[in-house]
Nanobody
């Protein structure tokens, strides 16, 4: 069974840090592209960052320099280290695996397996 399970969300003050994890089961870990998305209340789902099997990464401008995506192939785990958090980072965060095997981009429709989400709340 292909499944993604996030953990690590919580509440933090502005300037603080959180680390999110996403455990992958089944054959998901062989997917070429995995990513983190987020969705704030009343807003569309936004791509945050992706990483390919080869380790190529890309970040949304809003998080560049503050967030770091990584993957642990020994543990089949995707991580997101979030530093210098801002109130505007408050959202539900989702990890996702793309259906495509040859490209990677932060477009939600490219991803067919999603985790249940973990809430991140940053207070000012």
């Amino acid at each position: 069974q292909e499944q993604l399970v996030e953990s690590g969300g919580g509440s933090v003050q502005a300037g603080g840090s959180l680390r999110l994890s996403c455990a992958a089961s089944g054959s998901i870990w062989s997917r070429y592209c995995m990513a983190w998305f987020r969705q704030a209340p009343g807003k569309e789902r936004q791509g945050v960052t992706y990483i390919t099997q080869g380790g190529t990464t890309n970040y949304a401008n809003s998080v560049k320099g503050r967030f770091t995506i990584s993957r642990d192939n020994a543990k089949n785990t995707l991580s997101l280290q979030m530093d210098s958090l801002k109130p505007e980072d408050t959202a539900m965060y989702y990890c996702a695996a793309a259906a495509t095997s040859f490209s990677c981009r932060l477009v939600a429709s490219d991803f067919d397996v999603w985790g249940q989400g973990t809430q991140v709340t940053v207070s000012s």
